[in-house]
């Protein structure tokens, strides 16, 4: 793997069939399918089982289905959707943020962002196999959202299982309630499609204006320089959420504003530490974007990113590694991690590039995994 390649054209590089193969056999998803949050690579062995990366994969694996049209994608996304079903805890009305087969787990936590993650995919599941129980839980997911973690100012971001009492928040972005949330809101967005009047929409739009008063400020926030990639990665999540109003003057705005300040900051931390995952966001933003009319689209940037991505597909002999992609570097050298969002990440990215590159438009901003 070469972190700095620069060529312009990822197909050469990238290969969907592998990164395909990888969730298939790398182990990464479980006999239980549920899928770990990574893998160790120098110790060849895998997180823990997160309910949130499961509900990634299985958007991922539907994306995989959906451009190769081989059934073995499908039936992984079904264990994955199945696994989310059963990790529901109808005892406290909660979806815990890990699953283990034995129960025992060191932590009991549910988070807002990994609920409304879990509700996407599973209502992408829903979509493509007809299947209630899918729906039902993505719509459990999504009422728990809206009962426990709303008050009267923001979204809490965390909370303790059972009592839900929230957990105090501090620096770091993922125990913040800001701009990135609007992301799972767009599960409330997507739920609401389906049932007008669950008020759904309505809470995806105070999300929405929370985050576009709030999101200018998110950097400033961050105390720590070497945290401010792991702040651009979640800022990205915020951009992707706008993609439903691009056609709105403020969220389209934001986009404008939004990308460029992403892509500048991008380049001026990448030497020191890069996330693969954070170029794949920044590309599909900015192809989603251009296509809705809403940003134009700087081809060269958009070409760099995409061969920066490209170059953390794994290449080994080792089922556990091979068509993966690294979480990113620091200062050169590869992390330790082989990363199944990464992977999904950049997967469709670079998948959405060659679109480009072959006239292909983008499919709905409702496929963004």
Known sequence: MSPSSTSSSPAASFSLARAGQWFLRSGIQEPSGGVARYHFISQRRNAR?????????????????????????????????????HAWDASCGAMPFEWAEDGVLPERHSYFFDNGIIARGLLRLWKRS???????????????????????HDIHPILELPSKRPVPRDARWSRTSDCYQLKSALAWLELAEQLPASGFEAEYERALSRALQTHASFFDREPDPSRLMDRLHAYCYFLEALLPRAQ???????????????????????????????????????LWAAAAGAAPLDEAAAAEEASWAAAYQMNSGDPRLDGGFNFGQRAGSPTDFSNPVSTAFCLQALAMWQDHLNGVPPASWRSLI
């Not at 299947?131 to 809206?146: G, I, K, N």
């Not at 939004?258 to 931390?269: D, K, N, P, T, Y």
């Open 130 to 152: 007809g299947e209630s129980r899918y729906f039902d839980a993505a719509l459990r997911c999504a009422e728990s959202m809206r009962r426990d973690f709303l008050n009267s």
């Open 248 to 286: 709105r003057p403020l969220p389209a705005q934001a986009l404008n504003e939004g990308i460029q300040r992403a892509a500048a900051l991008l380049r001026r931390l990448r030497a020191g530490f890069e996330r693969s995952d954070v170029n794949a966001q920044l590309l599909r933003v900015r």
């Open 49 to 85: 089982i997160s309910t949130e990366i499961t509900g990634y994969a299985v958007s991922a694996l539907l994306e995989l289905e959906a451009r190769t049209g081989e059934p073995a994608f499908l039936a992984a996304a079904e264990a994955a959707g199945i696994l989310l079903c």
